[in-house]
């Protein structure tokens, strides 16, 4: 995707924020330590002439955590292994992506092919939890294709969540996404899981959440979404940009968008990372 030229308010107000920078990969820490070790060597005498040999380190590989991004048919994502849920997912959806035969009656959840099998999640760890399975980039975007709404099932895409939040608000803001396309050539939706810090009563803030099942699942305190949308690919008007954050919990229905819209710097503070970074198009599946 290529970096947001320009940015504007979202629709009805919403906040818009352009995202700025992105990562470094733990190469690029490695060249760098490794440039300045040679540039400013330390005191005493210098044993070895010659750095140390990098296919000597990089011989048996470098440890992985898994969160390289992984694509499908009409949605990539990164994962979290120790949390065993994705740490983002993003889509692209459009008026023509709505329209389609498939069914996911035919779709059942299953674990990712593509994710180690200690990694992930498993359907008994739902089971008798208290907590559905829901999904980050939905089925419902996804009739043009069997493939496409089939990989939605894949519980590298799922997050334990509220039933009600489930079926209720969050389906509201899917199904807000999808009216977007009547206006908007093209949409993009990133979603996730978050977990945010609570004050205790000393005043001092920790990070706690309930894992479910055998394999330790994390459960969210909270979900977040990132609508970006581009009016037509031949406009020159600027793209628009909304960023959402609602509680794992009961939405009742007389609440409204606006209420959940946050600052998206201060999300990325959150989930610690940018999105729609500049040069984020280098980034290949």
Sequence with gaps: MAALPRHRRFLGGFVCGAAAGAAASCWAAWRLLRSQSQAEPGPGPVLLEEPVEESLLEKYGFPEAGTEIRCYTNHALSYDQAKRVPRWVIEHISKQKMLGNADRRHCKFRPDPNIPLMFSAVNEDYLGSGW?????APAGDNKFSTRAMAETFYLSNIVPQNY????????????????????????????????????????????TYQVIGKDDVAVPSHLYKVILARRS????????????????DPI??????????VNIEDLEKNVRFSFFPPGGQNQRC
């Excluded at 559905?132 to 980050?136: D, K, N, Q, T, Y």
């Excluded at 229905?253 to 819209?261: D, T």
Aim: with cysteine; charged share 25%.
């Design 233 to 248: 690919r031949t406009a020159t008007e600027p793209l628009v940009l909304g960023a959402f954050v609602v509680p794992n």
């Design 252 to 261: 009742g229905f007389s609440h409204q968008l606006p209420e959940f819209q």
């Design 132 to 136: 559905s399975r829901g999904h980050m």
């Design 164 to 207: 009600e939040n489930n079926a209720g608000f969050w389906n509201r803001m899917e199904m807000y996404c999808r009216e977007l396309t009547e206006r908007f050539e093209d949409v993009w939706v990133v979603s996730g899981p978050l977990t945010l810090p609570q004050t205790n009563d000393d005043g001092k803030k920790s990070v």
